[in-house]
């Protein structure tokens, strides 16, 4: 695309750049691509020098120029860099995310998508929704915690919603492979940071809202509101599934979008269901659009309920048959790591990525239903350098429904696991629970596993997929999985 192009583009879209040196010869520059990171540029890029939390992506335009950057797009002019630059003022990450659109050829107007936000539950629903879709022969990709999946695999993703640049040119890959349907998964930072702005998303599903990243928002409410600026750009032509509660619904009032609230409880809400659980899993009924649809799944727990409910509506928003929509659901596997069963010497252990007072108290619940009589023994822990606020709440919730329990390490960053236990075992009462304390995550395991009898069912939560621990800005190999089957050979 011609600088002159990409210009005429992006003021349509309300933006405002200016070119520097303001030369005509140079709009007859041609753009291959946006790139965010200058380790990946190749030549005809625009280096998008992007300000991040720890680095700025001005002190990397030299290594983007040394690898043939063709333009950068910059806040201000850098007069120490004689190349062509796009300049755009404190809209930079903003512009940055519609270049990387426009470049890549707006690939998400040629195929479905929608995107699942909300603190818990966005991996299960997209895992349920690309599942699904596939069974009914539609081509279909997702973007998440659990990576960008499609059909040549997996690649990992540092982040829940990559960067812009990733995402529209993970678009264009997928246009081009002929997919029908991409499921992204938007973190609220990915919103606030433009990571998915510029994507044509036709749905948008929000899964729940309970304390999470306050380190970075603040407050529950400004939590709440930066979820709602996905559903605040959407076009008239989307629509969006919204759980009933007045505060939500009125964060988007004013939305363009249609707004459906949904709930499992409120018969108040546009689209409710009825969850109803057992040992064999869960049946969800519901009607839509006067027919009535029935789920039968073997996933355990009703907030797994409530997952394939929002992931029916997402489908049914796509003119699917009920019936197909219902009986692809009804035959979903859990996602990985997600109360993801791994087999011990006695009992049942599962691996789950609970990592909040909400989800950790959902996955015990959806246990404890399960397995009524059960001993329900927990491993866990809180993770370094993020939101403190919410550790003793996860006691708390372990506390009220656990019977015993191990606090051991997470990912504890670069903080000091003995203080992050400190904090999370104040939400603790020792008196209603058998309480350990162990600060070596694989030791910890250990133990629990050893201690299992026939009736205890063990959950190793705060990890699920995680192949890793992050410890002092290191990733060591870590699987909650594997160290479970290690001390389950340790006693054979």
Known sequence: MLVADLINALQKRGLSPQLWPAQAQLLDVDLVRACFDSRRVQPGDIFCAIPGHSQQGADFIQSALDAQASMLLVDQVREQFSCPQLVVGEELALTAAHCADLLAGRPSSKMWCTAITGTNGKTTVAHLVRGALGQLDIKAASCGTLGMIDHEGITPNLNTTPAADIVHGWLAELAEGQYGAVIVEASSHGIVQHRVTAVDFDCVAFTNLSHEHLDYHHTLEKYAAAKMQLINSLPSTAIAFVPHSKMLIDLCSSAAAEIMSWSSCDAQADVVCGITESANGVQVTFDWEEQQGVIHSALCGYHNGENLFLA?????????????????LSSQPAADGRLEQVTVHQGLAFVDYAHTPDALEKVLMAVRASHPKCVLKVVFGAGGDRDNAKRKAMGSAV???????????????????????????????????NFHSIVERDDAIRFAVESLGPSDVLVVAGKGHETYQEINGVRHSFDDRLQIREAVQCLA
């Open 399 to 433: 506390s009220d429904h656990a019977d015993w329990c191990v606090l051991t390490s997470d990912n504890p960053r670069t903080e000091s696991p003995e203080s992050i236990i400190e904090q999370v075992a104040a939400g603790i009462d020792e008196g209603a629970l």
């Open 312 to 328: 029916a509506l997402m489908m049914l928003s796509k003119g699917l048959p009920i019936r197909d929509v219902c009986s692809a």
